[in-house]
């Protein structure tokens, strides 16, 4: 009896785990079969993308600023690698030796980002693993000749001609900072790109490397292109059977731009060499010799809005970021000792405007009721509150009206158009901004916020109103009222009136520092105290001006083209605004402009100067350091093309530094030569702007004014065939 319940038992387990495999086999094969057949294709087949050739960026006139070139590149199969008892090391080992680099750096270029052991990026290869690892680029053609011919000892390894990015550098042009340059894809960018591409765009890949600055960051989409898709089969140990199917890539757009390669050369150059010259002088301040630390030059063409030429110091060599960058060297280039070579000072330097600030004033006491043919006193100082406010070197003019004010550049009208104002609006206890002329006209000229120029890292600047004020003492007030108790003994040391004067500014701003007073307007009026701005914003603000009132949004890309020269995007000037002022005020202010160049405070820097330029010096004042050296302008005065803004932190005057940096420009641009225009000179003919785009042949090459160029600078093949 009991050996018959014990059959029974393990019959009903047998016949349990029969059907459990039954039902199991079901959900396998019939169930599940779609998944597992996904899977199983999964296995068998792999995606290996080839990166499309980046598109150029062009200058004007067809000259390629950012140029693509064949260069050598020596791969190595992962197939084969995995495929040796030693995974290769034997093989890397022969190949480091022919390539003349350690082991452990091609070693380390053919691990995957992210395996264990493998190094970090950029060194690791960013792939995926079933395509060829690029272990050295720009081998020389005699090294891989022998790798080639010796094909037995370097199994897997090719030597293929490539398109690398090259900067051309036409004329000396460096442009660092308009070009930008290229940087590994990360992994929240791969993720990011792919949700885009649920929505029709194209997915980014681990071998595409992206725009990270300048134009290349701006336009990376239109440059990149398409990848090539090959499908290849792989067994089970992930080794290449074979290639399943192919799609070619599409080689990415180029980018026209307004910048000229001739005036973007001289431009640079003029500002290198003003700089330096700064460097010889005494500071007129007694603070001996200037620094001259860093500076901006920006050239507008003021009919489109259109950049024509951007510099900025202190500069660097765009090339350090081709074949990748060093810790040392990106640490040299944000280096603050070293001036901060990878900030813009064109877009994202904030400087004080001075008087260069004066033709936003003006029209806003206009506007305000203050008679623009009226006559003032220009004193040497003029009492405001309790504070007598000064001419900048005291000097006195007499009773003087609005045009000879802007040519000599007195501030002490300006103050008096300001104390007025101020006590107009209900002085300290008014807490609107809504009626104060000069805050109002500051941004109707496009102050204080983004100029919407085609380029990252486009600054806002400050226009320091009652509620930036307030919300600026909200953030400081403990600060300072903590300094208002201690005072500054670190400073004590060295320089006790200077620690009074810092703990008495903290015992200020501790107990009022939101108030608007009647200096911060005075202050206001004449782009000082906490008005800072862009070169970039001021070279706008001169071309409305110039172009009787448009403010145009800046750009510097015009167009793109296909590599075969159609044009797939023309990009239009945008005009953002008209300005709040009186077409006879803007008359007049071109009048008092010009009026500085032939009489006023410009008059030395150009004397005997051939195009009629109108324009204005500035000298910043800044705590603690030397001034700020300015000079915005445009020209023909009586008929403008183009405004050139100038801006040398601790230059000293903008007369004697700025002023003449400008004009160095306009003799590259209209070909000036001692007192004369030799039109063979101009780096514009006539000039003016290009009025088309360069021309791009179905082959590709580019006509530049130079002769033909073709997309991509060939070199030799290896074997001696081209």
Known sequence: MKSNVRLLAVAVFVLSLMVTLVARLFTVQVVGADGYRAAAATNREREIITPAVRGLVL???GRPLISNRSALVVSVSRTELLNSDDEGRALLHRLADVLGLPFETVWGRTQLCGTPGAPKAPVCFNGAPYQPVPVAEDVPARVALQIMERSEDFPGVSAELQAVRTIPEPFGVQAAHLLGYLGPVTDEELKASSQAARDGRTE???????????????????????????????????RVTGTLSQVDPDAGNHLVTSIDAKVQAATERALRDGIRAARTRQDPGGRGRLKADSGAAVVMDVRTGQIVAMASWPSYDPRVWLGGITDRELARLSDEKAGTPLVSRAT?????????????SLPAAVQHGFDLHGTYDCGSSYQVGNRAFHNYESEAYGRIDLHKAIVVSCDTIFYQFAYKTWLRLGGSKAKSDARDPFVNMATAFGLGKPTGIDLPGDSAGRI????????????????YCGKARTGFPEVAGKDPSRARFLTQLAKENCADGNVFRAGDEANFSIGQGDVSVTPLQMVRVYAAIANGGTLWTPHVGKAVVSPSGKVVQRIAPHAAAKVPVRPD?????????????????????????????????GTGEVYGKQATAWFSSFAPADHPQYAVSVVVSQGGTGASTAAPIVRAIYAAIYGVRGSKIVPSAAALPGGRPPASLPRIRPDGTIVTPEGVVP????????????
């Open 464 to 479: 320091p109103d009652r509620a930036w004020k307030q919300s600026y003492w909200e953030s400081t007030k403990d600060y």
């Open 585 to 617: 005020v803007l008359k007049f202010l071109r009048s008092a402009l010009r009026g500085v160049v032939t009489s006023g405070t410009g008059r030395g820097a150009f004397a005997g100067f051939p195009v009629a330029v109108a324009g204005k010096t």
């Open 348 to 360: 994202q330097g904030l400087f004080p405007p001075a008087s260069t600030f004066k033709v936003v």
């Open 59 to 61: 200058d004007d006139r």
């Open 711 to 722: 997309a991509t600078e060939g070199l030799p093949d290896p074997r001696g065939r081209r």
């Open 204 to 238: 980014l890949q681990r071998t595409d490397r992206v725009g990270r600055a300048g134009l290349e960051a701006q336009y990376d989409t239109a440059l990149r292109g398409t990848p090539g898709v090959t499908t290849v089969g792989v067994d089970i140990r992930g």
